[in-house]
């Protein structure tokens, strides 16, 4: 294998190191390849906080939190190292569409 080949191949094996939170603020830190789509992590983080009851099923899109602010929702078919998250960040599951009293 050469060395660029190695270089790839560790690139492509790499993975972040994540928090994603629910919307009731529950937090479940998790490991993502950094070819991952942001599609999968909400799936993913969708799956982890029903399973455990801390969200309903629903249509949810993905914010960088910097600085304890929510940045504009990530691109779904965008993968993580397209975007600005990096090892360490968190995400938090945002409501596709405003909450409306009833």
Do not use: C
Not at 38 to 60: C, N, P, S, T
């Amino acid at each position: 294998m050469s060395q660029q080949e190695k270089q790839d191949q560790g690139k492509k094996d790499k993975t972040l190191s994540v928090t994603l939170r629910a919307t009731n603020g529950a937090n479940w830190p998790t490991e993502f390849k950094e070819n991952t789509k942001v599609a999968k992590v909400i799936r993913d983080a969708l799956d982890h906080f029903i399973a455990e009851g801390a969200m309903a099923d629903g249509d949810y899109r993905l914010a960088l939190i910097v600085d304890g602010q929510g940045q504009p929702p990530l691109p779904e078919d965008a993968k993580l190292e397209d975007t600005a998250v990096e090892d360490g960040a968190l995400l938090a599951l945002v409501a596709r569409d405003p909450q409306v009293d009833g």
